[in-house]
């Protein structure tokens, strides 16, 4: 099975129970086809780089997977089916990616920061 990493913009018109009811659609279909769900970041409502649909803001939502290649056409096609959703981009993660996730989860990048931070205040 080959990892990948989803990013799904939904619609800001939802509440914040809608937007996590959609996510929680996509999550099932992922499940039921047998991907291993590695991780989740929901980033809320952000202010979009331009318009889409004349909207200026979305609710991002990152989920990181292990999932066979048929998988990810099928969750595709419902995201595209999905009027909550605005945007999708869904990428195939080489090993070099995977590790920088695998760091990123395990907060190895904030703690040279706190390090640093600790050193300056002494």
Do not use: C
Request: proline share 2%.
């Amino acid at each position: 099975m080959q990892q990948y990493e989803s990013v799904i913009i939904l619609t800001p018109l939802l509440s914040e129970d809608a937007a996590k009811e959609a996510i929680a659609k996509f999550k099932d279909i992922l499940v039921e086809g047998g991907a291993e769900i590695i991780a989740e970041d929901n980033w809320g409502l952000k202010k979009l780089a331009y318009p889409i649909q004349k909207k200026t803001t979305g609710f991002y939502h990152l989920t990181e997977f292990k999932a066979p290649g048929e998988l990810i056409k099928k969750l595709e096609v419902e995201y595209k089916r999905d009027e909550r959703v605005m945007r999708f981009l869904t990428i195939s993660l080489d090993k070099h990616a995977v590790a920088y996730s695998e760091k990123k989860r395990s907060g190895a990048f904030n703690k040279k920061a706190e390090t640093k931070t600790e050193e300056v205040a002494n």
